[in-house]
């Protein structure tokens, strides 16, 4: 059973840091592209990055480039995202996806709360 | 980035009624869109992609259609379990792109 649990969410203030993880299990992690996608009121739901199986290419939305930096570590089957300089419109429940191009499995997700 | 529009926002439907639900790409993603379910508190699940290839442990009551700008999620005899909010999703080009949802509630 494919399984994304993600972890490091919480409160932070507005300038501040926060590195997510992801926790995968149930399938060969380092054969597929992996993303964050969040959702938040505001914004509905937003792909913010995504990184090949090797860690060799990257994107990012143009809200987060520059700020945020995805990477992933194949021996841990572990997906990061590393936020810096977050804004208060960073705020969302933040979603590990297995990335087919479509999402074909999410984690349960983590609450990010940028507020001073 | 490509703007996908579903509507109607919500949807009013009796149980074992027929909903068709509408998403507009506002440039062709040729057949690189996906629908996915989200019940309240839960994740979004995969439930159609390709336009019209159902996902796993989704019942033959859902069906996508569609290519190009016009695509159509219809649920074909809605039960108590359907009630949800629907998206859609282009894959076509990054950055892949959401619409807003449909809710479909009980009427």
């Known amino acids: 059973e494919v399984q994304l649990v993600e972890s490091g969410g919480g409160l932070v203030q507005p300038g501040g840091s926060l590195r997510l993880a992801c926790a995968a299990s149930?399938?060969?992690?380092?054969?597929?592209?992996m993303a964050w996608v969040r959702q938040s009121p505001g914004r509905g739901l937003e792909w913010v990055a995504n990184?090949?199986?090797?860690?060799?290419?990257?994107y990012y939305v143009d809200s987060v480039k520059g700020r945020f930096t995805i990477s992933r570590d194949n021996a841990k089957n572990s997906l990061y995202l590393q936020m810096d300089s977050l804004t208060v419109d960073d705020t969302a429940v933040y979603y590990c996806?297995?990335?087919?191009?479509?999402?074909?499995?999410w984690g349960q997700g983590t609450l990010v709360t940028v507020s001073s | 980035e490509i703007v996908m529009t579903q509507s109607p926002a919500t949807l009013s439907v009796s149980p074992g009624e027929r909903a068709t639900l509408s998403c507009r790409a506002s440039?062709?993603?040729?057949?690189?869109l996906a629908w996915y379910q989200q019940k309240l508190g839960q994740a979004p699940r995969l439930l159609i992609y390709?336009?019209?290839t159902r996902a796993t442990g989704f019942p033959a009551r859902f069906s996508g259609s569609g290519s190009g700008t016009q695509f159509t999620l219809t649920i074909s005899s809605l039960q108590s379990e359907d009630f949800a909010v629907y998206y859609c999703?282009?894959?076509?080009?990054?950055?892949?792109?959401f619409g807003q949802g449909t809710k479909v509630e009980i009427e």
């Open positions: 996806a297995r990335d087919n191009s479509h999402v074909d499995y």
């Open positions: 149930g399938f060969t992690f380092s054969t597929y592209w």
């Open positions: 990184i090949k199986q090797d860690g060799s290419e990257k």
């Open positions: 440039q062709s993603v040729s057949s690189n």
């Open positions: 390709a336009a019209s």
């Open positions: 999703q282009q894959y076509n080009k990054w950055p892949q792109t």
